[in-house]
């Protein structure tokens, strides 16, 4: 169904790229009969799609498709669309903002803007969203309506803008070092209003729009971030000062539109800007900081993340998440308040890790019990297969429908025994790269010599009926280098002869032979703790892995020198030696708090879970 339509304006998302080269803006309206129609927007060109300011606006749809998504009635965009704009407020001038080139408006059209604007100034809530800088706050995103006073390029990928709205914010504002920057606009003017005026880094997608501004213009900035930074004075100690910037993309409807001059916003706007006592907000130096440092004896801050150069939402991480996208961002600060447990994404920095020293990161883990215990060290595992070694081989449990068994003594240690029994396949003994032997009695460098020339390798001791599994202190299976451990707490033997079910196999999957020998297999994981900073807040994160944060496995990294040094490499990249924290990576990382309880005390911990390392830093 095709239908024009009018209504006021009681959510709306700005023009945002949405797929391709498609702009998407997402609007719901309202009319006096409260009946809600949410319509969504899709266009090439970024001006086509309504030109909506604020929550209150008045809108006309022509030629809206209407359509049933999801059992939810939509309004979509059809061949001849167009829209009107015109804003709500009572008195303000009726003038219509659209693209289109030629558009009809009738004394009818105009008695139901009207008509729509008195009732709009009793049911429609003005936009919370629009803040002015008098009360701007730490850690907000808001809306703001201001007038451009000068413009800079800072790089390639950030610009400047010097506003102002008349006040003054309740915090010290951060200021752009702009020396060496070529700055465009009334400088004796930005002087006298500088306590008055901020500073805002506009990031990626943003920097062409910022460029195209005029000086003196008005701007509705959408979605701007204050976040605290510490700063280093040379006449003042540290202190914290608010930042402002406009991060890359377009989510939340982020982005910069520029105000007309008959707009009441604007209007009035013009009116606070002339009525502003200049001389009550000169300070000394140029700066107000000393009158503002109370201002934040309650707030902390890390003031380790600077978040001039860095703090871009398109800026590529480092890591890269595998599932739920759909969590939104949260800041370290927030997580740091909330009770466990809870999921988040969050985007920060690595200031330090534990432990340095890689190779200590690998652990074994147990699936069921979910204990943890170190690898054992070759001189322990030694000691293990030695005390084995003590006991002789019986005769009885040799040469079965099983294995064929050899028996030699070896000239020294007291001339020790040692039984290799070699496991058949349907009566016939494989070659030795498929074989899998059982010994009894071996070293371990004995056992890695045969481990390097038969496929897999069992430690066993003679039981009183059947070849048991040695020690699960040591590995239950052993192929080339890799050493597979059971646990001891969750496993219950079975003896050797229960291997008959998989002789027609012929390749020994670990998991398989666990299964059949009753042992719960442990697994090789990393597990590290990450010190994480977003410039919010400081939050210790664990991570147990065991290949899909490096994508790296963890069985394999001790065995493996390459490994080794990818593994180095990723951490050096994550957490750069010997340069400051604004260098280092952005992560992005889904993390879950937990509770721990110690005693009578009760502890929020936090894991880090489906994020693994770009490739292109493997």
């Known amino acids: ?216 213009s008005f701007l509705r900035i959408y979605s701007l971030h204050t976040k605290l930074q510490s700063v280093n004075s040379e006449n003042l100690a540290t202190f914290l000062a608010l930042e402002f910037h406009l991060h890359g993309g377009t989510s939340y409807g982020r982005g910069i539109r520029v105000l007309p001059e008959s707009n009441s916003d604007v209007d009035q706007l013009k009116k606070v800007l002339e009525s502003v006592d200049l001389p009550a907000n000169q300070c000394l130096e140029g700066i107000c900081q000393s009158e503002h440092e109370d201002s934040f004896s309650n707030i902390s801050s890390s003031g380790s993340v600077s978040l001039y150069e860095v703090e871009r939402c398109q800026q590529l991480s480092a890591t890269i998440l595998t599932d739920h996208q759909y969590l939104e961002k949260t800041p370290l600060c927030a997580i740091l308040k909330q009770k466990a447990p809870q999921q988040y994404r969050i985007r920060a920095k690595l200031r330090s890790y534990k432990p340095r020293r890689l190779f200590q990161s690998v652990k074994l883990y147990c699936p069921k019990c979910h204990s943890l215990q170190e690898v054992p060290h070759e001189g322990d595992l030694d000691i293990i297969l030695q005390e084995g070694a003590t006991r002789t081989p019986d005769s009885k449990l040799q040469n079965t429908s099983l294995y064929d068994s050899n028996i030699w003594t070896t000239k020294d240690q007291g001339e020790r025994k040692v039984a290799v029994h070699f496991v058949k396949n349907n009566g016939i003994l494989p070659l030795s790269n498929d074989c899998l032997i059982l010994i009894e009695g071996g070293t371990l460098n004995e056992i890695c010599k045969l481990s390097n020339k038969f496929h897999s390798v069992i430690p066993v001791r003679s039981g009183h009926e059947d070849l048991e599994v040695l020690d699960l202190s040591a590995p239950f299976l052993i192929q080339g280098k890799i050493h597979h451990y059971g646990c001891k707490q969750c496993s219950s033997l079975r003896p050797i002869q229960n291997l008959n079910s998989l002789v027609d196999k012929t390749s020994w999957i670990p998991s398989s032979v666990a299964e059949v020998l009753g042992i719960v297999p442990l697994q090789h994981v990393f597990v590290m703790t990450f010190t994480l900073d977003d410039g919010t807040g400081v939050l210790e994160a664990y991570l147990m892995d065991s290949e899909k944060f490096f994508q790296i496995p963890a069985s394999e990294v001790l065995i493996n020198d390459g490994l080794q040094q990818s593994m180095d490499m990723i951490m050096d990249m994550f957490c750069p030696p010997g340069v400051k924290i604004d260098a280092y990576p952005w992560l992005e990382c889904f993390i879950k708090s937990y509770n721990v309880t110690s005693g009578a005390e009760q502890q929020s911990c936090y894991q880090i879970f489906d994020t693994t390392v770009a490739e292109d830093l493997i």
């Not at 001849?80 to 009572?90: R, V």
């Not at 706050?137 to 309506?145: A, E, K, R, S």
Request: glycine share 6%; charged share 20%; aromatic share 10%.
């Open 1 to 216: 169904m095709i239908v024009n339509v009018y209504g006021v304006v009681k959510f709306f998302k700005p023009p945002y790229l949405s797929k391709g080269t498609d702009y998407c803006s997402v609007v719901t309206i309202v009319d006096q009969t409260h009946v809600k129609l949410t319509c969504l927007f899709f266009s090439g060109n970024y001006e086509a799609l309504p030109m909506i300011y604020k929550n209150g606006d008045i809108v006309r749809f022509h030629r809206l498709k209407i359509q049933v998504y999801k059992k939810e009635t939509q309004g979509i965009t059809s061949s001849g669309f167009a829209s009107l704009t015109f804003e709500g407020t009572l008195g303000a001038p009726i003038i219509p903002r659209t693209s289109s080139k030629c558009f009809n408006f009738t004394a009818e059209d105009h008695k139901m803007v009207e008509a729509l604007r008195v009732w709009a100034s009793t049911h429609i809530s003005p936009s919370s969203t629009l803040v002015k800088l008098c009360d701007v706050q730490p850690m907000q995103y808001f809306d703001l309506t201001c007038q451009l006073l000068g413009k800079a390029e800072v790089d390639g990928a950030s610009f400047l803008l010097k506003v102002w709205d008349g006040t003054r914010t309740p915090f010290p504002s951060w200021r752009v070092l702009i020396q060496d920057l070529v700055l465009e606009g009334d400088l004796s003017h930005i002087h006298r209003v500088q306590n008055l005026t901020i500073d805002i880094l506009v990031y990626d997608n943003h920097v062409q729009v910022a460029k195209s501004l005029k000086v003196g």
